[in-house]
């Protein structure tokens, strides 16, 4: 039995990733959360998770299907 | 496993329910040891939208002005109320400076002296497609 690989794009693989069962990694959250310093300047600026990054992070999760 | 959007949208809805009338945004360190800081949100918390989609209500925006303590942020969660027991949260968002969390920070220190503020968050529901791999 020989054993099947194929080289996969990322975004092929974001789709496949994405094409899996619905678990609570799958919940999108986007948003915007900023701490600001005493003098009004922005120290940390907090960007939730968007969508683009999660079909990111799922292509990295399989890239090496 | 798909969802059909009226679906997506009833489990949404629970969220707003479930939060209450009375939910605050607690920013906490690891293992939600130490409040650092903490918001009262509006009445209710979130505005349940279309397709699993619901907003956090920044009118007026959830903010913190003089946070408890110091230290390094690794959760944002959501309580019923601003009282500190384990069993008053109901979400919790995991916060870093890099890696894959999610919420990403350019820098995630809080001091006593700094304005911790929600401006915007969206929560959605995922509908998902049937699996038969």
Do not use: H
């Amino acid at each position: 039995m020989t054993e099947e690989r194929r080289e996969v794009s990322l975004e092929e693989a974001a789709k496949l990733q994405r094409a899996g069962n619905i678990n609570m990694s799958d919940i999108q959250v986007e948003g915007i959360c900023t701490i600001i310093d005493k003098d009004g300047n922005v120290k940390g600026q907090m960007r939730v998770c968007s969508v683009e990054e999660a079909e990111a992070e799922a292509a990295a999760a399989v890239s090496t299907l | 496993m798909q969802l059909v959007d009226a679906l997506r949208t009833t489990l949404a809805a629970a969220i707003v329910t479930d939060l209450g009338a009375t939910a605050f945004a607690r920013w906490y360190t690891t293992g939600l040891t130490t409040l650092l800081a903490s918001a009262a949100c509006s009445n209710p918390a979130f505005i349940a939208g279309a397709a699993g989609v619901t907003d956090l209500d920044v009118t007026p925006v959830v903010e913190d002005t003089s946070p408890a303590a110091a230290g390094t942020c690794v959760r944002l969660t959501f309580y019923l109320n601003n009282t500190d027991a384990n069993t008053l949260w109901r979400l919790q968002l995991g916060v870093a400076t890099s890696g894959a969390p999610d919420i990403t920070m350019s820098n995630n220190v809080i001091a006593t002296t700094d304005t911790v503020q929600l401006s915007s968050l969206s929560i959605t529901v995922p509908a998902g497609i049937p699996d038969v791999t």
